[in-house]
Protein backbone atom coordinates (compact mmCIF):
# COMPACT_ATOMS: atom_id res chain seq x y z
CA UNK A 1 0.00 0.00 0.00
CA UNK A 2 3.21 2.41 0.72
CA UNK A 3 4.63 1.52 -2.50
CA UNK A 4 1.45 2.55 -4.57
CA UNK A 5 1.52 5.63 -2.47
CA UNK A 6 4.71 6.59 -3.13
CA UNK A 7 4.12 5.68 -6.68
CA UNK A 8 0.95 8.18 -7.15
CA UNK A 9 3.25 10.92 -5.04
CA UNK A 10 5.90 10.57 -7.97
CA UNK A 11 3.72 10.94 -10.56
CA UNK A 12 1.73 13.61 -9.55
CA UNK A 13 5.29 15.54 -8.49
CA UNK A 14 6.57 14.69 -12.48
CA UNK A 15 7.36 17.08 -14.69
CA UNK A 16 4.77 15.28 -17.05
CA UNK A 17 1.95 14.88 -14.67
CA UNK A 18 2.37 18.75 -14.39
CA UNK A 19 2.25 19.41 -17.85
CA UNK A 20 -0.73 17.42 -18.33
CA UNK A 21 -2.73 19.40 -15.80
CA UNK A 22 -1.38 22.68 -17.74
CA UNK A 23 -2.70 21.55 -21.13
CA UNK A 24 -5.95 20.30 -19.81
CA UNK A 25 -6.31 23.67 -18.35
CA UNK A 26 -5.73 25.62 -21.97
CA UNK A 27 -8.78 22.53 -23.12
CA UNK A 28 -10.87 23.47 -20.13
CA UNK A 29 -10.32 27.18 -21.13
CA UNK A 30 -10.72 26.88 -24.98
CA UNK A 31 -14.37 24.66 -24.28
CA UNK A 32 -15.51 27.28 -21.96
CA UNK A 33 -14.50 30.33 -23.92
CA UNK A 34 -16.55 28.83 -26.95
CA UNK A 35 -19.35 27.99 -24.68
CA UNK A 36 -19.58 31.17 -22.84
CA UNK A 37 -19.03 33.35 -26.19
CA UNK A 38 -21.98 31.76 -27.60
CA UNK A 39 -24.27 32.36 -24.63
CA UNK A 40 -23.35 36.27 -25.09
CA UNK A 41 -23.83 36.14 -28.82
CA UNK A 42 -27.04 35.01 -27.83
CA UNK A 43 -28.37 37.33 -25.29
CA UNK A 44 -27.29 40.25 -27.13
CA UNK A 45 -28.65 38.81 -30.30
CA UNK A 46 -31.47 41.20 -31.24
CA UNK A 47 -29.40 43.99 -29.05
CA UNK A 48 -26.57 44.38 -31.55
CA UNK A 49 -25.33 44.33 -34.73
CA UNK A 50 -23.90 41.46 -36.78
CA UNK A 51 -20.54 43.53 -36.64
CA UNK A 52 -20.96 44.12 -33.19
CA UNK A 53 -21.86 40.35 -31.63
CA UNK A 54 -18.74 39.02 -33.94
CA UNK A 55 -16.44 41.20 -32.33
CA UNK A 56 -18.17 40.55 -28.55
CA UNK A 57 -18.15 36.92 -28.94
CA UNK A 58 -14.13 37.03 -30.32
CA UNK A 59 -13.43 39.11 -27.04
CA UNK A 60 -15.10 37.51 -24.44
CA UNK A 61 -13.31 33.99 -26.23
CA UNK A 62 -9.83 35.36 -25.87
CA UNK A 63 -10.48 36.79 -22.40
CA UNK A 64 -11.56 33.62 -21.38
CA UNK A 65 -8.69 31.51 -22.91
CA UNK A 66 -6.00 33.99 -21.99
CA UNK A 67 -7.19 33.62 -18.23
CA UNK A 68 -6.71 29.83 -18.30
CA UNK A 69 -3.25 29.58 -20.36
CA UNK A 70 -1.83 32.17 -17.85
CA UNK A 71 -2.95 29.96 -14.69
CA UNK A 72 -1.25 26.54 -16.79
CA UNK A 73 1.65 28.31 -17.05
CA UNK A 74 1.57 29.72 -13.36
CA UNK A 75 0.40 25.87 -12.44
CA UNK A 76 3.35 24.60 -14.46
CA UNK A 77 5.82 26.62 -13.03
CA UNK A 78 6.67 29.76 -14.60
CA UNK A 79 7.15 32.93 -13.11
CA UNK A 80 4.29 35.49 -14.50
CA UNK A 81 6.33 38.73 -13.45
CA UNK A 82 9.38 37.34 -15.66
CA UNK A 83 7.12 36.42 -18.55
CA UNK A 84 5.30 39.67 -18.12
CA UNK A 85 8.61 41.60 -18.08
CA UNK A 86 9.83 40.07 -21.26
CA UNK A 87 6.42 40.26 -23.05
CA UNK A 88 6.78 43.79 -22.23
CA UNK A 89 9.91 43.98 -23.56
CA UNK A 90 9.08 41.83 -26.16
CA UNK A 91 6.01 44.02 -27.08
CA UNK A 92 8.20 47.00 -27.14
CA UNK A 93 10.52 46.02 -30.24
CA UNK A 94 7.78 44.11 -32.18
CA UNK A 95 6.34 47.79 -32.22
CA UNK A 96 9.33 49.36 -33.83
CA UNK A 97 9.39 46.58 -35.83
CA UNK A 98 5.94 46.42 -37.53
CA UNK A 99 4.60 49.57 -37.51
CA UNK A 100 2.59 48.69 -40.23
CA UNK A 101 1.05 45.93 -37.98
CA UNK A 102 0.34 48.60 -35.45
CA UNK A 103 -1.57 51.21 -37.53
CA UNK A 104 -3.52 48.45 -39.11
CA UNK A 105 -4.27 47.97 -35.51
CA UNK A 106 -5.36 51.23 -34.41
CA UNK A 107 -7.62 52.04 -37.99
CA UNK A 108 -9.09 48.38 -37.29
CA UNK A 109 -9.99 50.03 -33.48
CA UNK A 110 -11.70 52.89 -35.76
CA UNK A 111 -13.50 50.39 -37.73
CA UNK A 112 -14.81 49.12 -35.02
CA UNK A 113 -16.57 52.42 -33.35
CA UNK A 114 -17.57 54.04 -36.28
CA UNK A 115 -18.92 51.07 -38.00
CA UNK A 116 -19.22 52.25 -41.56
CA UNK A 117 -20.44 48.85 -42.52
CA UNK A 118 -21.05 45.26 -41.23
CA UNK A 119 -20.46 41.54 -41.70
CA UNK A 120 -22.75 40.43 -44.61
CA UNK A 121 -22.77 44.40 -46.23
CA UNK A 122 -21.64 44.58 -50.08
CA UNK A 123 -19.07 47.56 -50.20
CA UNK A 124 -16.77 49.06 -52.97
CA UNK A 125 -13.17 50.23 -52.27
CA UNK A 126 -11.45 51.40 -55.15
CA UNK A 127 -11.93 48.86 -57.67
CA UNK A 128 -13.05 46.11 -55.63
CA UNK A 129 -16.50 45.01 -54.88
CA UNK A 130 -17.69 42.07 -52.13
CA UNK A 131 -19.62 40.97 -49.82
CA UNK A 132 -17.61 41.61 -46.13
CA UNK A 133 -16.88 38.20 -44.53
CA UNK A 134 -14.65 38.96 -42.00
CA UNK A 135 -13.95 42.35 -39.99
CA UNK A 136 -10.84 41.52 -37.95
CA UNK A 137 -8.20 43.92 -35.53
CA UNK A 138 -5.29 43.77 -39.05
CA UNK A 139 -7.87 43.13 -42.20
CA UNK A 140 -11.22 43.45 -43.48
CA UNK A 141 -11.90 40.14 -45.52
CA UNK A 142 -14.16 39.99 -48.84
CA UNK A 143 -15.71 37.42 -51.29
CA UNK A 144 -16.17 39.23 -54.88
CA UNK A 145 -18.50 38.70 -57.02
CA UNK A 146 -16.73 35.90 -59.23
CA UNK A 147 -15.82 34.15 -55.43
CA UNK A 148 -12.45 35.81 -54.90
CA UNK A 149 -11.06 36.09 -51.41
CA UNK A 150 -9.82 39.74 -50.91
CA UNK A 151 -8.09 40.92 -47.77
CA UNK A 152 -7.39 44.45 -47.64
CA UNK A 153 -5.46 46.05 -44.40
CA UNK A 154 -7.27 48.13 -41.80
CA UNK A 155 -4.87 51.17 -43.07
CA UNK A 156 -6.01 50.90 -46.44
CA UNK A 157 -9.87 50.85 -45.26
CA UNK A 158 -8.83 54.23 -43.37
CA UNK A 159 -7.45 56.42 -46.12
CA UNK A 160 -9.58 55.20 -49.36
CA UNK A 161 -13.20 56.39 -49.88
CA UNK A 162 -15.00 53.20 -48.84
CA UNK A 163 -18.89 52.83 -50.41
CA UNK A 164 -21.40 50.62 -48.60
CA UNK A 165 -23.68 49.06 -51.47
CA UNK A 166 -26.13 47.63 -48.74
CA UNK A 167 -26.60 50.41 -46.32
CA UNK A 168 -30.09 51.68 -47.51
CA UNK A 169 -33.18 49.79 -48.61
CA UNK A 170 -33.38 50.88 -51.99
CA UNK A 171 -31.03 52.53 -54.80
CA UNK A 172 -31.08 54.01 -58.16
CA UNK A 173 -30.42 52.97 -61.66
CA UNK A 174 -28.93 55.33 -63.96
CA UNK A 175 -29.90 54.58 -67.39
CA UNK A 176 -27.25 56.31 -70.12
CA UNK A 177 -28.77 56.90 -73.61
CA UNK A 178 -28.11 58.64 -76.53
CA UNK A 179 -30.69 59.83 -79.04
CA UNK A 180 -30.57 61.49 -82.39
CA UNK A 181 -30.92 64.93 -83.16
CA UNK A 182 -34.05 64.40 -85.26
CA UNK A 183 -35.90 62.93 -82.18
CA UNK A 184 -38.90 64.85 -80.31
CA UNK A 185 -37.18 64.68 -76.83
CA UNK A 186 -40.68 65.12 -74.75
CA UNK A 187 -41.59 61.86 -76.94
CA UNK A 188 -38.72 59.93 -75.95
CA UNK A 189 -39.34 61.28 -72.20
CA UNK A 190 -42.98 59.89 -72.60
CA UNK A 191 -41.89 56.89 -74.03
CA UNK A 192 -39.04 56.02 -70.78
CA UNK A 193 -41.95 56.83 -68.43
CA UNK A 194 -44.42 54.59 -69.60
CA UNK A 195 -41.05 51.78 -69.92
CA UNK A 196 -40.75 52.59 -66.38
CA UNK A 197 -44.26 52.39 -65.62
CA UNK A 198 -44.75 48.98 -67.23
CA UNK A 199 -41.60 47.92 -65.47
CA UNK A 200 -42.91 45.61 -62.34
CA UNK A 201 -39.59 46.06 -60.27
CA UNK A 202 -39.16 50.17 -60.70
CA UNK A 203 -40.49 52.05 -58.19
CA UNK A 204 -43.09 54.30 -58.06
CA UNK A 205 -42.05 56.43 -55.20
CA UNK A 206 -39.51 57.81 -55.74
CA UNK A 207 -40.53 58.80 -59.21
CA UNK A 208 -38.57 58.49 -62.00
CA UNK A 209 -35.73 61.15 -63.03
CA UNK A 210 -35.55 62.47 -66.82
CA UNK A 211 -32.31 64.47 -67.10
CA UNK A 212 -30.66 65.63 -70.20
CA UNK A 213 -27.35 65.52 -69.84
CA UNK A 214 -25.80 67.47 -73.31
CA UNK A 215 -25.24 67.32 -76.57
CA UNK A 216 -22.94 64.72 -77.39
CA UNK A 217 -20.62 64.56 -80.91
CA UNK A 218 -23.57 62.18 -82.47
CA UNK A 219 -26.73 62.13 -80.24
CA UNK A 220 -28.20 63.94 -77.34
CA UNK A 221 -27.18 62.42 -74.29
CA UNK A 222 -30.30 61.46 -71.69
CA UNK A 223 -29.68 60.05 -68.02
CA UNK A 224 -33.06 58.51 -67.22
CA UNK A 225 -32.70 57.44 -63.45
CA UNK A 226 -35.37 54.66 -61.75
CA UNK A 227 -35.14 53.26 -58.39
CA UNK A 228 -35.47 49.69 -57.13
CA UNK A 229 -34.93 47.61 -54.11
CA UNK A 230 -31.14 47.01 -53.46
CA UNK A 231 -31.99 43.56 -53.65
CA UNK A 232 -33.40 44.04 -57.28
CA UNK A 233 -31.31 46.57 -58.10
CA UNK A 234 -29.00 44.32 -61.03
CA UNK A 235 -32.70 42.92 -62.54
CA UNK A 236 -34.09 46.82 -63.01
CA UNK A 237 -30.87 47.79 -65.06
CA UNK A 238 -30.67 44.89 -67.20
CA UNK A 239 -34.87 44.81 -67.87
CA UNK A 240 -34.67 48.95 -68.30
CA UNK A 241 -32.03 48.82 -70.89
CA UNK A 242 -33.80 45.73 -72.67
CA UNK A 243 -37.10 47.09 -72.73
CA UNK A 244 -35.71 50.72 -73.80
CA UNK A 245 -34.20 48.58 -77.10
CA UNK A 246 -36.74 46.80 -77.95
CA UNK A 247 -39.61 49.76 -77.04
CA UNK A 248 -37.13 52.62 -79.31
CA UNK A 249 -37.03 49.90 -82.24
CA UNK A 250 -40.98 49.59 -82.35
CA UNK A 251 -41.43 53.18 -81.69
CA UNK A 252 -38.43 54.20 -84.41
CA UNK A 253 -36.66 56.49 -82.02
CA UNK A 254 -32.99 56.04 -83.49
CA UNK A 255 -30.15 56.04 -80.88
CA UNK A 256 -27.31 56.75 -83.10
CA UNK A 257 -23.79 55.12 -83.47
CA UNK A 258 -21.01 57.39 -83.25
CA UNK A 259 -19.91 58.88 -87.16
CA UNK A 260 -18.08 62.00 -88.31
CA UNK A 261 -19.13 63.98 -91.30
CA UNK A 262 -16.55 66.31 -93.22
CA UNK A 263 -17.72 69.84 -94.58
CA UNK A 264 -15.31 71.99 -97.00
CA UNK A 265 -16.67 75.47 -97.16
CA UNK A 266 -20.23 75.35 -95.81
CA UNK A 267 -22.19 74.94 -93.36
CA UNK A 268 -24.84 72.61 -94.03
CA UNK A 269 -24.19 70.74 -96.72
CA UNK A 270 -21.16 68.18 -96.10
CA UNK A 271 -18.41 67.91 -98.88
CA UNK A 272 -18.90 65.60 -101.78
CA UNK A 273 -16.63 62.50 -102.45
CA UNK A 274 -16.42 61.05 -105.85
CA UNK A 275 -14.88 57.51 -105.72
CA UNK A 276 -12.96 56.96 -109.30
CA UNK A 277 -13.07 53.65 -109.99
CA UNK A 278 -9.34 51.66 -110.55
CA UNK A 279 -8.36 50.30 -113.26
CA UNK A 280 -6.63 46.53 -113.55
CA UNK A 281 -3.12 47.16 -114.71
CA UNK A 282 -3.76 44.46 -117.25
CA UNK A 283 -5.41 46.44 -118.86
CA UNK A 284 -2.63 48.84 -119.98
Known sequence: ????????????TSFLYVLFQAVLLVIIGYILGRIFSGI??????????THGQFLLKRTVFYIILALFALSALKHAGFDLSILL?????????????????????????????????SISDIIQVSDITGEVISIDLLSVKLRTYDNLFVRIPNESMIKTPVTTLTKF?????????????KEDIKRVREVL????????????EPAPLFILKGFGDSSVDIQFSVWAK????????????????KTFDE??????????????????????????????????
Open 1 to 12: MDSIREIITLIQ
Open 40 to 49: VAKIVDNKMT
Open 85 to 117: GAAGLFTVALGFASQTSASNLISGLFLMVERPF
Open 169 to 181: PIRRADIKVGIAY
Open 193 to 204: LGIAAKNVICLD
Open 230 to 245: RENFLELKNSMYQQIK
Open 251 to 284: QGIEIPFPHLSLYSGSETKPMPIELNGIRDKNED
